[in-house]
C-alpha cells in the first residue's frame, strides 16, 4: 500500500466498517511504519484497471505478529481474494520471524472466522466490547507459524495465491481474482 492507496482504501473502510472504521490519520500512520525496518506490512488488491478491492496490514514487532486489518470489497467476497491477502500476510510475518500470528474478528463476523480456521487459526480468548461503538465481542484467535500449513511455506513468496481448494472458494469463472499489490519498500 502506497499513499496514494489511502483515499480508495478509506472509502472502502468506510463501505465495509460504518460503525468503527479506520480513519485517514490511522492509516497514515500505519504507512509511516511500512518502511524497511518498521513493524508493518500493508497490500491492496488492485483489479486490471487499478481500483482498489481488497487491503490487509501486518504489525510485526519481535517474534510476534498480528492482523491490524483485513477487508474485501462485497463484489469480490467469495473469490479467494481474502484469503490471498491473508496468504501475503501469513508469508510476511513468517519472513519477519514472527513465532505466532494473533487477530481479532468480531464473534458475529462466522465468514472471516471460517477462513481464519482453513488457514490454522485457533480461538484463544474473547475482547469484551472490542469493536466500538456497538460493543461487540471480538474473538481473539491466534496461529502457530511453525505449524503452518506446508503449502504456505512452499509457496512462492512473490505471488499471493489462495490457500484453499478452488472449489472452496467458488470464484466464478469469469470474474477474475484482482492482483494483490505489496506496494512497500521491502516487498
Given amino acids: 500500500m502506497r499513499w496514494w492507496h489511502i483515499a480508495p482504501v478509506l472509502a472502502l473502510e468506510l463501505e465495509l ?98 477462513l481464519y480456521e482453513r488457514f490454522g487459526f485457533e480461538p484463544v480468548g474473547i475482547r469484551r466490547g472490542y469493536y466500538q461503538p456497538a460493543g461487540i465481542d471480538a474473538l481473539v484467535m491466534r496461529l502457530d507459524l511453525a505449524a503452518a500449513p506446508a503449502a504456505l511455506a512452499a509457496a512462492p513468496a512473490d505471488r499471493a495465491a489462495p490457500a484453499a481448494a478452488p472449489e472452496d472458494l467458488d470464484e466464478p469463472a469469469d470474474h477474475p481474482r484482482p492482483d494483490v499489490k505489496k506496494d512497500t519498500p521491502h516487498g
Avoid: K
Avoid at 467469495?78 to 494473533?102: F, K, N, P, Q, S
Fill in 17 to 114: 466498517f460504518p460503525e468503527d472504521a479506520w480513519s485517514a490519520g490511522m492509516f497514515w500512520s500505519e504507512l509511516a511504519e511500512a518502511h524497511p525496518g518498521g513493524t508493518r506490512h500493508y497490500s491492496v488488491a488492485v483489479t486490471p484497471d487499478g481500483a482498489v478491492v481488497g487491503y490487509a496490514g501486518l504489525m510485526a514487532v519481535g517474534g510476534d505478529g498480528d492482523v491490524q486489518t483485513i477487508a474485501v470489497d462485497g463484489r469480490h467476497q467469495g473469490t479467494g481474494l481474502g484469503a490471498a491477502l491473508l496468504t501475503d500476510l501469513v508469508r510476511e510475518a513468517a519472513r519477519r520471524g514472527c513465532a505466532d500470528l494473533l487477530l481479532e474478528v468480531r464473534v458475529d463476523n462466522t465468514r472471516a472466522q471460517r
